[in-house]
């Protein structure tokens, strides 16, 4: 089954096109170079429908984007709608690192050199 | 070196971060649990956090907010799923109003926290981010759209 559900936020269209090997498969094959529709069915163990349907699924998305030649139809992936993905998950990770890099410092800090806890002096013990 | 390791999945919309220390298990547990320790590195610099409340335990909650260099204070809240000490933490992390009520229209991230001693080789960490709702990308992406992303994930770094 290619169309599980039909969802319709942005961000939900987008995961949902690449929670699928083939589409992940097709996006990278598209960012390389344009595919027609029939060149991809060939590529894939399943029918041209089915190909011509998660190619359906990805351009709603806006992960590719289509054009017709003749009787060909032409895929192309989108670079910005990855880009802005994979810049959202790099953002968050530098935002961990930059937070790790301090966890690190304050392990580094010497126990006994810092002021005694105000309140709570006992670690709290395994329940 | 720290972090040993990041990956990030957008297909399961997740981001996990290895990292290895030289201290045992359980100085790496009371950097999460020590609330005092927790405000040195949760926050960035320019934004550093303050607990008011911090509970660790299954079900526990914690309150926090942040200063910002124009004396803005944003909220954040947890909510700790599972623990198991020196070993395992579990929370949920999320926007707050200004009275510390957690907001339901801002996105919330879980958090993973897997600690583990390795034999001659000090203490790893690994951190699982994920982003359980397609709405909660959305209104980050949307963030970054309206805002500018690196603006905008500054400003909400301590948030996530």
């Known amino acids: ?127 | 070196m720290t972090v040993t390791g990041a990956s990030r999945n957008a297909a399961d919309r997740t981001l996990t971060i290895t990292s290895a220390f030289d201290a045992p298990a359980v100085r790496i547990w009371n950097l999460w649990e020590d609330p005092r320790q927790l405000e040195r590195w949760w926050g960035p610099p320019t934004y550093p956090a303050t607990f008011v409340e911090h509970d660790v335990r299954p079900g526990g909650r914690s309150a926090y907010f942040m200063t910002g260099p124009q004396g803005d204070t944003p909220h954040g809240w947890w909510r700790t799923l599972a623990a198991d000490p020196t070993r395992r933490l579990e929370f949920e992390n999320g926007f707050a109003d200004g009275s510390g009520e957690p907001d339901p229209a801002m996105p919330v991230t879980s958090i993973r926290v897997t600690i583990e001693e390795v034999p001659a080789a000090g203490t790893r960490m690994t951190i699982v981010v994920t982003f359980p709702s397609p709405e909660a990308m959305d209104k980050i992406l949307s963030m970054g759209m309206e805002e500018g992303m690196t603006a905008a994930m500054g400003q909400i770094d301590g948030l996530l």
């Open chain 1, 1 to 127: 089954m290619v169309v599980e559900q039909s969802p319709s936020r942005p961000a939900d269209l987008l995961f949902h096109a690449l929670a699928d090997p083939t589409r992940r498969d097709i996006v990278t094959r598209t960012l390389r170079g344009e595919h027609s529709v029939s060149d991809l069915a060939r590529s894939y163990p399943m029918s041209f429908a089915a190909v011509q349907k998660h190619v359906a699924v990805l351009e709603r998305a806006e992960l590719v984007r289509k054009r017709r030649r003749g009787r060909e139809q032409l895929v192309r992936g989108n670079v910005d709608a990855i880009r802005r993905t994979h810049l959202l998950l790099e953002e968050f990770e530098a935002s961990w690192r930059g937070r790790l890099d301090r966890f690190a410092r304050v392990l580094a800090d010497d126990p006994d050199r810092r002021p005694e806890p105000t309140d709570d002096p006992e670690p709290r013990s395994a329940p």
